[in-house]
């Protein structure tokens, strides 16, 4: 699925959705990624990709220095397009 050559050369316009699932119990974020192309429908996303990352900092995200901490760290993990991944350690 992915970001094609094809969408990222389009002029139109494109929005993205980010989706932070915490575990509070093992300490792990787990990230959504989807976006969609204009025009189209309200339920359809074209793309999903997933990324799990160890919490960088205690949990919940109650602060804004922690939400930009965890988008910062998801900016440097790698991102999968299958189906929702397995936390790493297990």
Known sequence: MGMSDETRGSTALRQFRVTITEDLVDGFQHAHLSWRTFPCEASRWEGHMWAVIN???????????ALRAVLGALAGEPWQERAYPPPRGR
Request: aromatic share 0%; proline share 27%.
């Open 55 to 65: 919490g960088p900092g205690p949990l919940p995200i109650t602060s804004q220095e």
